[in-house]
Structure formats: C-alpha cells, structure tokens
C-alpha cells in the first residue's frame, strides 16, 4: 500500500509512475467519486507533456491529447454501466499512447488482459491509500519497481 498524505504525494507517485510508461500502456483507476482518479490522470497527463488542460472526459468518454513525449488517451466510463454501446474502444488500447482508465469496471469485458490498476481509497480529507494490481509480465515488473521506490506500508 502507498500511502498519500497531500496533492504534492500524488503528484510525486504520477511522476514515478510515467517515468515507467511506454507507448500502448494501459492504467486503470479504481475508487469512488471524489477519490482523486481525475487528478491522478490529470497529474500524469501532465508528466507526458500534455500542456492542454486535461479535465473529466465523462460526457465525451474519451479525450485524446498530444504529449511531447507520448499521446494520451483519458477515458471515463462511468456513464457506460449497463451500457451495450461499442465505442471502438479497441483503437485507443492498440493505438501507441498511454491510456488512462477511471471507471473501468464498466468496460471490463472489452479490456486487453494485461494493464496495471490502481485502487485509490479516501482515507481522509487529503490522504489516500493506493494499492496496485499487476495483470501480465510488464506491468508486474512496474508495480514492484513503483512499490519499492514508494511503498510505505
């Protein structure tokens, strides 16, 4: 578990963590409203050189942005519960971006089989406890590595 006590915490774990991506990464953001998966994606949006700003694609679902370093796609699907809707989802997760995913639980059959999800838990006004779950070799190396340098539990 890594623990967050202040925005200045979170944006410190964003810039660890994009220190690690790589073009066709696919993050996960888990947690409940007013957890912080906005700001996180905003924060890492940020670290990949997107100098627009980067707010909650809920109505659009997608919002794609050009990085200095890589494209990113911020997606939020929290208006697809009980949804049928194909958006062409398989384009973004192919496409040579990192993607960022708020709400995926609604997606979860469209998903590719490897990602990294981050679970954000509120803990208090400002504190945050996040937990990281590896699907696939890759993102098992990137959680280690991210715990190591960050865990605090």
């Not at 890594?2 to 947690?31: E, M, S, V, Y």
């Not at 590896?134 to 715990?147: I, N, P």
Request: hydrophobic letters at 35%; glycine letters at 6%.
């Amino acid at each position: 578990m890594i623990k967050i006590n202040n925005l200045q915490d979170l944006a410190h774990f964003a810039k660890t963590l994009t220190a690690r991506l790589q073009a066709g990464d696919l993050i996960l953001l888990n947690g409940d409203l007013g957890a912080g998966k906005t700001t996180l994606s905003q924060m890492i949006g940020k670290q990949l050189g997107v100098n627009r700003n980067i707010n909650s694609p809920t109505f659009n679902i997608i919002k794609s942005y050009k990085g200095t370093t890589l494209k990113f796609h911020h997606m939020d699907c929290y208006r697809l519960e009980d949804s049928e809707e194909d958006l062409g989802f398989e384009e973004y997760f192919e496409d040579h971006a990192v993607t960022v995913i708020e709400w995926s639980e609604f997606i979860q059959d469209l998903l590719p089989a490897e990602h990294l999800t981050i679970n954000l838990a509120v803990t208090g006004e400002e504190t945050r406890e996040l937990t990281l779950e590896a699907s696939g070799d890759r993102y098992q190396k990137m959680k280690e590595a991210l715990e190591d340098e960050l865990l605090t539990d």
